[in-house]
């Protein structure tokens, strides 16, 4: 039984370029949500994703947005990249709809933005 | 402005004796917290959760205690084994409001010593 799969598992790039982080769920979930963990911090909430909508959202610019696809997987973009996106980014999945159910973590990409 | 406060970034506790984890919370809207416990190059792994219609809950060496009017909470680890050292999380969330993206404290990292 496939755990949350990432990738990359890390990134290197510059500010101003975008990037696109993948997210698999584990086998029967259907609800994905991202965090960004800056170093020396605890995760941060930045959205959450079910039957391809977006459900809720942290507090985070316009700069990061994201897709659900009809497998449940999901991306996480972010546009005009500063110094302060470097961070690793967490992806989590649990069974829908969003309410009360455990959230399951994936390993996270690592992103530097140099 | 941080809505869950872990104030003891480290915690030293001897092999076999108890570990006790604390974590504080502003947001009076929260009613589900749960702990997670992360090593090193992996995601946070899901330890035991609580709903605020209880003051306890159990699962097997691991309790989590809560006090409402207090609005703190913690994990005791009885006992503890080398196996523990790890950086646990606290987090909360907002199930009744159906707003499961969870907050997270900054963590504490648990070293068992021999």
């Known amino acids: 039984d496939a755990g949350v799969t990432q990738s990359p598992t890390h990134l290197i790039k510059t500010r101003g370029q975008q990037v696109t982080l993948r997210c698999s769920p584990k086998?029967?979930?259907?609800?994905v949500s991202w965090y960004q963990q800056a170093l020396g911090q605890g995760p941060q909430f930045i959205f959450q994703?079910?039957?391809?909508?977006?459900?809720q959202r942290g507090n985070f610019p316009d700069r990061f947005s994201g897709h659900q696809f009809p497998n449940y997987s999901s991306e996480l973009n972010v546009n005009a990249l500063l110094l302060g996106d470097s961070a690793l980014y967490l992806c989590?999945?649990?069974?829908?709809?969003?309410?009360?159910?455990?959230?399951?973590f994936g390993p996270g990409t690592r992103l530097t933005v140099l | 402005d941080q809505q869950v406060k872990q104030n003891s970034p480290s915690l030293s506790v001897q092999e076999g004796r108890i570990s006790i984890l604390n974590c504080d919370y502003t947001?009076?809207?929260?009613?589900?917290f749960l702990w997670y416990k992360k090593y090193p190059a992996e995601g946070p792994t899901f330890l035991i959760s609580?709903?605020?219609?209880?003051d306890k809950n159990e699962d097997g060496r691991f309790t989590v205690f809560l006090n409402k009017s207090a609005k703190h909470l913690s994990l005791h680890i009885v006992p503890s084994q080398p196996g523990d050292s790890a950086v646990y999380f606290c987090?909360?969330?907002?199930?009744?409001?159906?707003?499961?993206?969870?907050?997270f404290g900054k963590g504490t990292h648990l070293i068992i010593q021999p």
């Open positions: 989590a999945s649990s069974l829908g709809p969003p309410g009360g159910n455990e959230q399951f």
């Open positions: 086998s029967g979930h259907d609800t």
């Open positions: 994703y079910y039957e391809e909508e977006e459900r």
């Open positions: 947001n009076s809207m929260f009613d589900y």
């Open positions: 609580i709903s605020s219609i209880k």
């Open positions: 987090a909360a969330s907002d199930e009744g409001g159906g707003a499961d993206g969870l907050t």
